[in-house]
């Protein structure tokens, strides 16, 4: 397992954009695949975005296809959730998440590192 840090949430207005950073530590980074997911109070955690270690191999969920963005960094250890066209309804706690498996899972159940989840909101 890897410690996981979200940073560059916040409020912004629909239509803007908005970049999330998900820090890792260690120096084993780029032997895992990340994750993006996200949780709405009263709902389940649903997968929003993923990619491979070596960053090949992506997956979305089809509500944010064409709009987001995932991409990684090994050499910073940091991968990175572009959000552009945001709508209200992405308003949710953005959670990182990494696995060992090689290439980009989207079952919450193949992850089993955690961040601690950055707030955002899109107001209408």
């Known amino acids: 397992q890897v410690q996981l840090v979200e940073s560059g949430g916040g409020l912004v207005q629909a239509g803007g954009s908005l970049r999330l950073s998900c820090a890792a530590s260690?120096?084993?980074?780029?032997?895992?695949?990340m994750g993006w997911f996200r949780q709405a109070p009263g709902k389940e955690r649903e997968f929003v975005s993923a990619?491979?270690?070596?960053?090949?191999?992506?997956n979305y969920a089809y509500s944010v296809k064409g709009r987001f963005t995932i991409s990684r960094d090994n050499a910073k250890a940091t991968v990175y959730l572009q959000m552009n066209s945001l709508r209200p309804e992405d308003t949710a706690v953005y959670y990182c998440?990494?696995?060992?498996?090689?290439?980009?899972?989207?079952?919450?159940?193949?992850?089993?590192?955690w961040g601690q989840g950055t707030q955002v909101t899109v107001s209408s």
């Open positions: 998440a990494a696995t060992q498996r090689e290439r980009a899972p989207s079952l919450l159940s193949d992850y089993n590192s």
């Open positions: 260690g120096h084993t980074f780029s032997r895992y695949a």
């Open positions: 990619i491979s270690s070596l960053g090949f191999t992506i």
